[in-house]
């Protein structure tokens, strides 16, 4: 449905994408990963017609939409539905007007069925009773919902998500992955989604691509990615480990030679998780990453190891422990 063929785009004198081809395939939930700063969002932006190529073509069906404009690009436009990088909600607007939004100026609605399809959108991303908060009343998953929430209501056949769960903490960012999945289930809609959090995208996507120096480096089925003998492309997947299936451990952990547990390699600063979550609410999740922050802080402040050390930290969080004995629990070691 979205296919890229050879796409060059340069921006502020500095090459960005340096001949992009790319076919995103109908219904199914592919991510693009790569380094910060690589061209993920920029390649998002041209699949949305936000940005043009300086070269190549831009398909969406079987219209070429790099040259489009104005109407003729608004009505392909109508079959796309965009989370940007931090959610871009209207600050001055309500949660509800902002999902109201695209169905008052792109659909032209009026009266009850507007507030209908809102009220059914905010309780599919579990913000029910939430419409009459203002964006800076929510916490950072929240507004990630809300913006999903605006991103869904229009009932789109494409959506494009750029880092839908940057700045969360792992249970909130695992809530969005899961509401994600369970939409894209649920509507069929073709999905693409720019991410960071690797391992779990292998988990949850059923194409990834790979963004490097310009090029898609890789793109392949999930369990196909993760066997890749690239070493640049291993190395990159390989920092939170290779799988991430339930109950498994993320990471990569072996045995030193005096018996004792390492985990990670590289002199990254690696986090493994565990991958028996409970499911919580959003209320729980927002005070496990405020009692995240107090403790990293508190740990930041009383650590006394020497440079050059590995310092393993270990914690369980207090939300975890009220949803049950199988909480999350997150080891950490930074080499310094
Ligand atoms: N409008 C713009 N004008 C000039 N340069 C830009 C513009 N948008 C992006 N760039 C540059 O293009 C490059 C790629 O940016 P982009 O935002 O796509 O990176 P990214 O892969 O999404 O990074 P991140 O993972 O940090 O979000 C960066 O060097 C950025 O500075
Ligand atoms: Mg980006």
Same mark, same amino acid.
């Given at each position: 449905?979205?296919?890229?063929?050879?796409?060059?785009?340069?921006?502020?004198?500095?090459?960005?994408?340096?001949?992009?081809?790319?076919?995103?395939?109908?219904? %199914?939930?592919?991510?693009? $990963?790569?380094?910060?700063?690589?061209?993920?969002?920029?390649?998002?932006?041209?699949?949305?017609?936000?940005?043009?190529?300086?070269?190549?073509?831009?398909?969406?069906?079987?219209?070429?939409?790099?040259?489009?404009?104005?109407?003729?690009?608004?009505?392909?436009?109508?079959?796309?539905?965009?989370?940007?990088?931090?959610?871009? &909600?209207?600050?001055?607007?309500?949660?509800?007007?902002?999902?109201?939004?695209?169905?008052?100026?792109?659909?032209?609605?009026?009266?009850?069925?507007?507030?209908?399809?809102?009220?059914?959108?905010?309780?599919?991303?579990?913000?029910?009773?939430?419409?009459?908060?203002?964006?800076?009343?929510?916490?950072?998953?929240?507004? %990630?919902?809300?913006?999903?929430?605006?991103?869904?209501?229009?009932?789109?056949?494409?959506?494009?998500?750029?880092?839908?769960?940057?700045?969360?903490?792992?249970?909130?960012?695992?809530?969005?992955?899961? &509401? $994600?999945?369970?939409?894209?289930?649920?509507?069929?809609?073709?999905?693409?989604?720019?991410?960071?959090?690797?391992?779990?995208?292998?988990?949850?996507?059923?194409?990834?691509?790979?963004?490097?120096?310009? %090029? $898609?480096?890789?793109?392949?089925?999930?369990?196909?990615?993760?066997?890749?003998?690239?070493?640049?492309?291993?190395?990159?997947?390989?920092?939170?480990?290779?799988?991430?299936?339930?109950?498994?451990?993320?990471?990569?952990?072996?045995?030193?030679?005096? #018996?004792?547990?390492?985990?990670?390699? #590289?002199?990254?600063?690696?986090? =493994?998780?565990?991958? =028996?979550?409970?499911?919580?609410? =959003?209320?729980?999740?927002?005070?496990?990453?405020?009692?995240?922050?107090?403790?990293?802080?508190?740990?930041?402040?009383?650590?006394?190891?020497?440079?050059?050390?590995?310092?393993?930290?270990?914690? %369980?969080?207090?939300?975890?422990?009220?949803?049950?004995?199988?909480?999350?629990?997150?080891?950490?070691?930074?080499?310094?």
């Amino acid at each position: 449905m979205i296919k890229l063929v050879g796409v060059e785009k340069t921006l502020g004198g500095q090459p960005v994408l340096q001949g992009i081809d790319l076919s995103i395939p109908v219904g %199914k939930l592919t991510t693009i $990963i790569g380094r910060s700063g690589e061209g993920k969002s920029v390649l998002l932006k041209h699949m949305i017609g936000l940005m043009q190529p300086d070269r190549g073509e831009v398909w969406v069906g079987d219209v070429e939409i790099s040259r489009l404009s104005g109407t003729p690009l608004n009505d392909v436009r109508k079959q796309f539905a965009m989370l940007f990088q931090g959610a871009a &909600l209207f600050d001055s607007l309500s949660v509800f007007e902002n999902v109201a939004f695209p169905l008052r100026e792109k659909l032209r609605m009026k009266g009850p069925e507007v507030g209908r399809r809102v009220e059914e959108k905010l309780e599919e991303v579990g913000l029910a009773g939430m419409g009459h908060k203002f964006p800076a009343e929510l916490s950072g998953g929240m507004r %990630k919902r809300a913006g999903l929430a605006r991103a869904l209501v229009m009932e789109p056949e494409i959506i494009l998500f750029d880092e839908p769960t940057t700045g969360l903490d792992p249970l909130m960012a695992k809530s969005i992955h899961d &509401l $994600i999945v369970t939409m894209h289930r649920r509507f069929g809609f073709t999905a693409v989604m720019v991410s960071h959090e690797i391992p779990e995208i292998f988990a949850i996507s059923d194409w990834v691509a790979m963004l490097r120096k310009g %090029k $898609i480096a890789l793109m392949a089925t999930a369990a196909e990615f993760q066997r890749t003998t690239d070493p640049e492309i291993h190395e990159f997947i390989s920092v939170g480990g290779t799988v991430a299936l339930p109950g498994s451990l993320v990471g990569v952990r072996r045995s030193t030679k005096d #018996g004792k547990s390492q985990v990670g390699d #590289g002199g990254r600063r690696v986090r =493994v998780r565990r991958h =028996v979550v409970p499911r919580v609410s =959003v209320d729980q999740a927002r005070e496990t990453r405020v009692d995240r922050r107090r403790a990293s802080t508190k740990s930041r402040r009383s650590s006394t190891a020497p440079r050059g050390s590995n310092r393993v930290r270990r914690s %369980k969080s207090p939300a975890s422990k009220s949803a049950g004995s199988e909480g999350l629990r997150s080891l950490r070691i930074v080499r310094r």
